[in-house]
């Protein structure tokens, strides 16, 4: 390897010493090679100017709190989360940022894990995509972005020492396909490796996942920097194709990689591989800073911040159209969350925001002067008199015309660093709910949460919800907006919200044991699970009611040689302007490789249309998205026949279907001594020799004379099992070579 002009002169020492962090959030400036400092930063810049921490306990400077992934997801929009990426460089750059640490792509394998809030969906593609916008946005500022956590990092239990034990199909299309997207089409700065170890490998060790997939298959050419505190060997680790350890410590570290080169055990090429990417990193920051603009306008962030959250928000029902409010109403608003804002999560994403909009200031804003009491109804620190604040809330909804109840989780029920037991909303929340309703039917429910709950009893009682997630700091300004109808509810699910706990695909999997995770529902999960299973969900992958309605017509589908185009015209049906997902879901129903009933592959967002307007939605799928994983090959196959293209509003709300021929790839299984019978039979050449060869074996019999179909009792046994029923050793040759393969 021909070393960088940068660090030719530098010694051995100083090169090994490059690949480690200075402190806990820069890296060494040694010769030409300038520092580096990385933060957090999936939804706000977190650049803390005093003690320094991973878990965001210290303080950090003001900036804007953008609504975390689990809300941004929720907008499907892709022009939208380029913004926010946008801004958040800005942030990044004023406050010195060289490197924002995110986005978190992982999927939401489980509703229990206590860092779902971080990541966007349990679909690949709506991750890959939305993930990619974000980086684009943030590195068109001149500030690097840090893919994580790569990989299969599906929960906090055991995080730095567990495995996640998974299946090479699984592992490809399911948990890697996201990296591999946004890698190729947004070229990240940085990857940063998990904690965990996959198939008994710890990521930061593991040579396939770091050079052979990422920087081999994929092409990646930036630098790969581990999570704080993920690596066990720091030498493994350099080996495998880490760059980067963080935090920065003694010097041990550095110390042991020279001993290793020394030794013979470390190779000189991978410390220079490393110290070159450190290097290359750098001149990106150097010339990210020179090109720095004019420092950011933190109102307009907020302002930015609350037509995010606005489109975040999911309306999940609406009975009677109790939504939206009017001005004049009198409201009763209910719950903790309303006065106290759950607006991100805990853990190292925490930001310190630049203001905070409370919803019960903003509804009481938004309505007619004193239109609107507050009860507070429950708390969620133990310290309060909950039978009180429950009475006190039914009395006040029962003198109102409409109770608005904020529930959900408190701070300190879900946060990095460990899983939730259980999907439940709190007991006394759903208590209060009930006594509510009791004395006034006309209630609606705000939910404010990081993980998916289980809202079939909020459903049962109240005739509207809305789902809030998590909406960063504006999010008590977007509620009311959406509330009141200024702003119709665009916002849809990006992951199924289940009847029960038990129906999760990795309920019993989850969060494993003796540091092992077992995944063991393969590609099926989210709602790939659920519709495959035809399970009872309480609202579906993609679901999402408006203040108005769309109609889906004319839909026709493209075949090029790289890609589809689906088109499909959307009707507002309604009276109020909104906008619409168009979610585009395909299915291969004769597939010979197991699938679920359909897939997301393309998705729009129209514009905002007046009552009666309509738009020609165009929605291009590439080829490439359409591939299964195929184990015997180690390839990505798209496998030929009659696709059907659905165009819907969610995994079980489908508008309209079409169908396209798609012509496939070659798919050549090698045919050895261990290949089947019915395997073999695939391949013409050895067809042909075995149709002469098993009459011979049979006596010309069907085999109807034993009541069996010869040919299928027969299809699953090895070829070099049939010398036991007649095949000569020589015949077996024989049939190996006409398929061009060796014994």
């Not at 396909?177 to 490796?193: E, L």
């Not at 606005?310 to 309303?338: D, Y």
């Not at 700091?473 to 029960?500: I, K």
Request: hydrophobic share 40%; net charge negative.
């Amino acid at each position: 390897m021909t070393a960088s002009p940068a660090i030719t002169e530098l010694s051995l020492t100083d090169k090994a010493a490059l690949g480690s962090g200075a402190d806990f959030w820069t890296t060494k400036a040694l010769g030409p090679v300038a520092s580096i400092l990385l933060t957090d930063g999936p939804h706000g810049v977190r650049r803390q100017t005093g003690a320094t921490d991973h878990l965001g306990l210290a303080g950090s400077a003001p900036a804007t709190c953008f609504p975390p992934a689990v809300g941004l997801g929720q907008s499907w929009d892709t022009a939208l989360v380029r913004r926010v990426g946008e801004a958040l460089g800005r942030e990044a750059r004023a406050l010195g940022v060289d490197v924002l640490l995110g986005p978190g792509i992982n999927i939401k394998r489980d509703p229990r894990c206590g860092r779902v809030f971080e990541y966007y969906s349990e679909d690949p593609f709506l991750t890959g995509v939305l993930g990619a916008v974000w980086v684009q946005g943030v590195q068109g500022t001149g500030v690097g972005a840090s893919l994580k956590h790569f990989a299969v990092n599906n929960a906090e239990h055991d995080r730095m020492r567990a495995s996640s034990d998974v299946d090479e199909r699984p592992l490809r299309e399911i948990y890697l396909r996201a990296f591999a997207h946004i890698v190729r089409t947004a070229q990240p700065w940085t990857v940063m490796c998990s904690y965990n170890r996959i198939n008994g490998v710890y990521a930061s060790e593991n040579q396939w996942l770091l050079t052979e997939l990422l920087r081999g298959e994929w092409g990646f050419d930036g630098l790969v920097v581990s999570d704080w505190g993920a690596v066990a060997n720091r030498v493994d680790a350099v080996e495998a194709g880490l760059d980067l350890e963080m935090p920065g410590g003694s010097g041990a570290s550095d110390a042991a990689v020279v001993a290793a080169v020394e030794s013979g055990a470390l190779e000189t090429a991978a410390v220079e591989r490393a110290a070159q990417k450190v290097a290359a990193l750098a001149a990106k920051v150097v010339d990210g800073r020179a090109a720095a603009g004019a420092a950011p306008d933190l109102d307009a962030h907020h302002r930015l911040a609350r037509e995010v959250a606005a489109r975040c928000v999911v309306l999940l029902r609406n009975e009677g159209e109790l939504l939206p409010l009017s001005a004049g109403q009198s409201l009763a608003v209910i719950g903790e969350f309303a006065q106290t804002p759950r607006y991100q999560g805990g853990g190292s994403s925490h930001v310190n925001p630049t203001r905070l909009d409370v919803a019960l200031t903003e509804i009481a804003a938004a309505a007619e002067p004193g239109q609107v009491r507050y009860a507070r109804g429950f708390s969620t620190d133990d310290t309060s008199d909950d039978d009180t604040l429950r009475s006190e809330a039914v009395a006040v909804a029962r003198d109102a015309e409409v109770a608005v109840v904020f529930l959900g989780l408190g701070a300190g029920q879900e946060s990095e660093g460990f899983d939730r037991d259980d999907i439940e909303v709190p007991a006394d929340q759903l208590a209060l709910l009930a006594e509510i309703v009791a004395v006034q039917p006309n209630t609606v429910v705000v939910l404010s949460h990081g993980g998916v709950l289980r809202l079939a009893p909020v459903a049962d009682l109240a005739p509207a919800i809305v789902d809030g997630a998590l909406l960063g700091q504006a999010g008590g300004g977007a509620l009311a907006d959406v509330l009141f109808g200024r702003v119709n509810p665009s916002g849809r699910l990006t992951e199924t919200v289940p009847m029960r706990l038990q129906d999760v695909p990795a309920y019993l999997n989850f969060p494993g044991e003796n540091s092992h995770i077992r995944y063991g529902e393969g590609i099926y999960i989210g709602y790939r699970w659920y519709d495959a299973r035809d399970i009872e969900v309480c609202y579906p992958f993609g679901h999402g009611l408006s203040y108005t309605t769309f109609d889906y017509s004319d839909l026709s589908v493209d075949s090029g040689a790289q890609q589809l185009t689906v088109r499909v015209t959307v009707t507002n049906t309604g009276s109020r302007r909104g906008r619409e997902v168009v979610q585009i879901y395909t299915a291969l129903p004769d597939s010979a490789v197991s699938r679920p009933p359909r897939e997301l592959k393309g998705h729009a967002v129209t514009a905002e249309l007046e009552p009666g307007a309509s738009e020609l939605v165009s929605i291009v799928i590439d080829r490439a998205d359409l591939a299964y994983w195929e184990t015997r090959t180690d390839q990505w196959i798209v496998e030929g026949g009659t696709y059907q293209v659905m165009a819907g509003a969610s995994s079980r709300d489908i508008r309209t279907t079409g169908t396209v021929e798609v012509a496939g790839d070659e798919l050549r299984i090698p045919i050895t001594a261990q290949s089947t019978l019915g395997e073999t039979l695939s391949n013409p050449a050895a067809a042909a020799v075995l149709g002469e060869m098993f009459a011979g074996m049979t006596g010309g019999g069907d085999g109807r004379v034993l009541g069996v179909d010869m040919m299928r009792m027969l299809a699953s046994i090895p070829l070099d099992r049939l010398t036991g029923f007649g095949m000569a050793p020589a015949d077996l040759d024989k049939l190996l070579s006409a398929t061009g393969e060796d014994t």
